[in-house]
């Protein structure tokens, strides 16, 4: 079973109902939640004591930059940069695989554009 | 003349036929390649075959864009690299057609992609090569060919300017030449 949810409300929310992300919420995305998970999502926002619609807007905003930035920008935490910088200072020569890889591009493919 | 062609992503190609088997993969390359090749957000090129006509069976595809790695301090690094964001190519997707599995095609893409992040490289700076491994299961095809994972079972692995060098060259033009570079 799906039970419908929706993520934003019309109209201006500037003096709006308490919880909910400032700015006025324009544009509705509809979307479908599994019942259960449905349930968990107002359980959580009732705990929090905040609108359903801005529960939602919240975590969703947050993953969205996650993903957005995973993609653009690169913050290493300190052990993947001592990683990096141990490759850059010795960087490995290629695998015999990736030398195949390349002898099999050169022979059968070539860039178009 | 070669079998194969690696094209910019196209209206000539069938993108809507196109199955990996990777839900996100498929959906990315139907939806959002384009849009993202015209506003220059990243670059998808495909691979076909050399005399396809459209709409082109696409038999494998990837995504290449820039990235910006920031870290501070870098620990070990040689000369020391600066605080400033420094930049990097990044593969963020490919994916070869389902029935095309194990012909050589992935590794023929990530053979070009690697050129072309090479070259990108030397025009423009870059400190190597990102990549953005789907699963488990890719990130140890990445592994066979050299990336390194940023740390342990790390989905983003890593290979730095230096390593994108050598190896046989992949050839330009309409319709490639045969000469190789051995």
């Known amino acids: 079973m799906m039970q419908a949810a929706t993520m934003a409300t019309k109209g201006s929310t500037k003096k709006s109902k308490r919880g909910r992300p400032a700015g006025p919420a324009k544009k509705r995305i509809n979307t479908r939640f599994p019942e259960a998970l449905a349930e968990k999502i107002e359980y959580a926002a009732a705990l929090r004591g905040v609108a359903i619609a801005s529960f939602i807007q919240e975590a969703v905003a947050e993953r969205a930059d996650q993903v957005i930035e995973a993609e653009s920008r690169w913050q290493l935490t300190r052990d993947e940069a001592a990683a990096v910088a141990g490759l850059l200072a010795k960087p490995p020569k290629p695998t015999r695989k990736m030398l195949e890889a390349a002898k099999l591009a050169s022979r059968h493919v070539h860039i178009r554009d | ?182």
């Open chain 2, 1 to 182: 003349m070669s079998t194969f062609a690696i094209e910019l992503l196209s209206a000539a190609h069938d993108r809507a036929g196109f199955r990996s088997g990777l839900e996100s993969v498929d959906r990315y390359f139907k939806e959002t390649a384009r849009g993202h090749l015209e506003k220059g957000v990243s670059i998808t090129r495909v691979l076909v075959q050399a005399d396809a006509s459209a709409p082109k069976p696409v038999l494998g595809y990837f995504t290449l864009s820039g990235i910006l790695v920031e870290a501070r301090p870098w620990p070990g690094a040689p000369k020391g690299l600066p605080k400033q964001p420094v930049p990097a190519v990044l593969l963020g997707r490919l994916a070869v057609a389902s029935d095309h599995h194990g012909k050589g095609i992935g590794s023929m893409l990530l053979a070009t992609a690697r050129q072309l992040a090479h070259e990108t490289i030397t025009r423009t700076g870059g400190i190597g090569l990102v990549v953005d491994a789907a699963h488990k299961q890719a990130a140890e095809f990445y592994s066979r060919f050299g990336f390194m994972p940023v740390e342990p079972g790390s989905l983003r692995l890593f290979l730095p300017a230096k390593s994108l060098e050598g190896g046989a060259g992949i050839p330009r033009g309409q319709r490639g030449s045969k000469r190789r570079c051995r």
